[in-house]
């Protein structure tokens, strides 16, 4: 979800009637967020059957959290909600199955139609309203067995916040369904004093939902692409324990290319497998690992603590380090300076007078 709204915001900043402070931008998210949560808790996916938010409306979370900072009223917000129910309204987990480039370009689609969409509103076009309970509503067009009660988008509203308890942070680059699995190969070669040399074999055992970055073999073995090996367990967890972390290192083109044309990182990949176990209804953690060594010693482990869920915070020296391995791969070198000045920003960001502080820190000088 954060990955949508944010550059949503940031980039609607330029567009706003005046100065938008610190609490106005975080309510929005908030916003943006909660309303995604509570949808996405409401239909359960197929591909996703758990209680957790997911991705396939992120232009109408994105476009409302806009709304929402813009300062509409709720009949403008409805308005904006239901404009971008009508521009996009279809699952967009394909770019993920077919490991394309579009998992990097999406969310530039979903902050344009944001932008256009509040933009539209403003002027005083209308919307449809029914996106849920309509004749052709959301709710009424899936036909999930499992679906939530309706009353799960407005139950507690305001009391309980699902988008708090369901989003993670991410120390890792790839996709989130490869997390506990480095995590968890990671920490239990570090608890158990195991080297890449010593494995002879890992195993995993997961959700249903964690099976995505596992089949269908063929191809997530054989990743063909950097996209494609985002979404591929055994490359990920494979480049972790040959380098001891996963970021975006991983995946670019260069690196990705000599791992797989190296013969002992390819048969390390095959000696990475995974089943599912239908008794885990988590979607992300509570994974188990098996180690087996190669001297015939078996090291299992449960992993349900991976930083970045609410059991396991990061903490703000993670989430700095994090940033700090992320400028690395910045398109323009901003330079330490404004490195730093992003860092004090958001270590105060509900004080911030103005956001547009923050867009200007991130933006390279003239010249």
């Not at 989130?176 to 920490?187: D, E, G, Q, R, V």
């Amino acid at each position: 979800i954060c990955e949508w709204i944010l550059p949503a915001l940031l980039s609607g900043l330029g567009r706003a009637d005046g100065p938008v402070d610190g609490k106005t931008f975080i309510t929005a998210f908030a916003a943006g967020a909660e309303w995604g949560a509570r949808e996405h808790i409401t239909i359960r996916l197929q591909y996703n059957n758990n209680l957790v938010p997911g991705e396939c409306a992120g232009s109408r979370y994105a476009t409302i959290a806009l709304a929402k900072m813009y300062g509409f009223n709720k009949e403008q917000i409805w308005d904006s909600a239901g404009m971008s129910y009508c521009a996009h309204t279809m699952t967009t987990q394909q770019k993920y199955a077919e490991g394309t480039p579009d998992a990097r370009l999406q969310h530039g689609y979903v902050t344009a139609d944001a932008l256009q969409i509040t933009d539209l509103i403003k002027r005083g076009m209308k919307s449809v309203h029914g996106i849920y309970m309509g004749g052709a509503g959301l709710l009424k067009s899936i036909r999930h067995n499992n679906m939530e009660s309706p009353d799960t988008l407005t139950k507690d509203l305001g009391k309980t916040w699902m988008w708090k308890d369901n989003i993670t942070n991410k120390l890792y680059a790839g996709c989130y369904y490869n997390h506990t699995p480095i995590y968890a190969a990671l920490s239990l070669m570090k608890e158990k004093d195991i080297t890449k040399e010593d494995i002879s074999h890992i195993h995993y055992i997961t959700s249903h939902a964690g099976e995505h970055v596992w089949e269908p073999h063929d191809v997530k073995y054989n990743p063909q692409t950097p996209e494609s090996a985002m979404f591929s367990g055994p490359y990920s967890v494979a480049y972790a324990v040959f380098y001891g972390d996963c970021f975006l290192d991983a995946y670019k083109p260069e690196v990705f290319k000599a791992n797989m044309k190296n013969p002992e990182f390819v048969a390390f990949m095959n000696q990475i497998t995974q089943e599912n176990d239908e008794s885990i209804k988590t979607t992300f953690d509570n994974y188990y690992i098996i180690i087996t060594t190669k001297d015939g010693k078996e090291y299992k482990k449960l992993e349900s603590n991976t930083p970045g869920n609410q059991a396991n915070p990061v903490t703000w020296e993670q989430v700095i380090d994090k940033f700090w391995k992320s400028t690395k791969f910045a398109a323009v070198d901003l330079g330490r300076e404004k490195y730093e000045k992003v860092i004090e920003i958001c270590r105060d960001l509900e004080n911030v007078e103005d956001m547009r502080q923050l867009f200007e820190a991130m933006v390279p000088e003239e010249g």
